[in-house]
């Protein structure tokens, strides 16, 4: 769990354990696999299963202020290679302003 925190505190010193836990949980199984537990921005159809998904499912945000959250997400973290999906979804929902519906 510390390395999560860790990851997301690279972009937002003051992240909070619980919401990045409850991230955690919410991902469950797709953390297991290396590959599932990363975002790649190169891949539009994974960018928009996070649109569909993350925004719409979770936060009912769709249309360009989902796309532009994952967007500005994506050049947020262009220097990562490796994007932790815990980050990628932390720093949506921050982007959304929905962080406080994850508390």
């Not at 354990?17 to 990045?20: D, G, Q, Y």
């Not at 991230?23 to 297991?32: C, D, F, Q, T, W």
């Not at 998904?53 to 360009?64: A, E, I, L, S």
């Given at each position: 769990m510390s390395d999560y925190l860790a990851d997301v505190q690279k972009y937002d010193a003051g992240a909070d354990?619980?919401?990045?836990t409850k991230?955690?949980?919410?991902?469950?199984?797709?953390?297991?696999n290396r590959d599932s537990s990363m975002v790649a921005c190169s891949d539009?159809?994974?960018l928009d299963r996070v649109v569909e998904?993350?925004?719409?499912?979770?936060?009912?945000?769709?249309?360009?202020a989902a796309e532009n959250a994952v967007s500005k997400t994506c050049e947020t973290m262009s220097a990562d290679k490796?994007?932790?999906?815990?980050t990628f979804y932390y720093l949506?929902?921050?982007e959304l302003g929905k962080l406080g519906e994850l508390a």
């Open positions: 354990e619980a919401i990045v991230i955690v949980k919410h991902l469950g199984i797709a953390l297991r539009t159809k994974e998904k993350w925004c719409g499912k979770k936060f009912g945000v769709t249309g360009d490796s994007k932790s999906r815990v949506v929902a921050k």
